[in-house]
C-alpha cells in the first residue's frame, strides 16, 4: 500500500490507475471467453471426426473381408483375352465404391489429425488465457484497494478539518445518500469500471453491462427514484431490479447482500452492498450494472456512469 493520499490530485491519479486496472480486467475476461468458445468449437470439430472416422472404419473393414472372401481380381493370366478384359472391368466396377471408402476414410483420419492437433493448441491458449485473467483480477483489486485507501486518506482529511471549523461529522453507515438531481452513481464509494459493454463473456453471450469494481460491502444505491424488487439467480447471484419512474428498468447483480425494502425508494436508498455472489464468485467484488431503456432491450451504461460515477 502506498504512503497516504491526502489531496484531490492523489485521488484523481488513484481513480485513473483504477480504471485502467479496470479495462485491462475486461480485456484479460474477454481474451479468456474467446479462448473458450474457440476450444468449444474445436472440441465438436473433433468429435465429428472421430464419429465419421469410426463409422468408415466398419466400412474400410467390410471392404476387406468381402475382397478376401472373394479372393481378390480375376487372373489377368485367363486363357481367353477377351475374358480376362471382362473380368477386369467388372472388378473395377465391384470395387469403386470401395475405393472411395478407402478414400473418405483416408481423409477424415487427416481431418481427426488435425483438429487434435488445433484443439490442443488452443487448450494451451485458453490456459494462458487463464493465467492472464488471474494476474489482471489481483491487479484490480490491488489498484481498488489503493483507490480506497486515498479515498479514506482524503476523507479523513477533510473531517479533521469539519472538527476544527465545529462542523457535525457525517455518517459512517448511513441509509440513503443525498441526490444533488434526479440520477447519482449506483455505488457510493470508491470504484472503477471500464466501457465493457457488449464484451464477450463465454457461450456466445454479451456483456449486458458495465462491472464497477468496488470493496466488499460499499453501498449500492437506488441511482434513480422508483419500485425495487430482490431477484436473485444463478448468474447474478444476489440481484435487483429497479424500476424507475423516469420510465426505465435498471438491473444490478452479484450483491454481498440486499438490504433495501422492496417496493417505492428515493433516489439514494441504501438497497444493497457490492459483492461477488453468482457466477462472479471467486472475482473482484463489483456491481455489474444495467440500463434498460422504457423496459426493453439492454443499453450500454457507461456514457451515463462517465457522468455520474
Known sequence: MPARADTAGDLAKAQKQANAAAARLSAAQTALARAQDQVSTLKAKRDAAIARVGALELQVRSV????????????????????????????????TGSL?????YRAARQDLDLSSVALERQLGQRQSAVAGLQKQRASAQAEVARLAAAQRALEAKQAAAARKAGRP????????????????????????????????????RRHQGNDILAPRGTPVVANVSGS???????????????????????????????????????IGTVIGAVGNSGDAR?????LHFEIHPGGGGATNPYPTLVKYC
Open 64 to 95: 476387406a473381408v468381402e475382397q478376401y472372401v472373394n479372393g481378390g481380381p480375376p487372373s489377368l493370366t485367363a486363357a481367353d483375352p477377351l475374358e480376362a478384359a471382362r473380368g477386369q472391368a467388372l472388378f473395377r466396377y465391384a470395387v
Open 100 to 104: 472411395d471408402s478407402l478414400d473418405a
Open 169 to 204: 461529522a457525517a455518517s459512517r453507515s448511513p441509509s440513503s445518500f443525498a441526490a444533488s438531481g434526479s440520477w447519482m452513481c449506483p455505488v457510493q464509494g470508491p470504484h472503477a469500471f471500464s466501457n465493457d459493454y457488449g464484451a464477450p463473456r463465454g457461450g456466445g
Open 228 to 266: 425495487v424488487a430482490q431477484h436473485n439467480n444463478g448468474l447474478g447471484g444476489i440481484s435487483y431490479f429497479l424500476h424507475g419512474d423516469d420510465g426505465n428498468v435498471y438491473y444490478g447483480a452479484h450483491l454481498d447482500r440486499y438490504s433495501g425494502p422492496n417496493g417505492h425508494v428515493a
Open 282 to 286: 471467486g472475482g473482484p467484488t463489483h
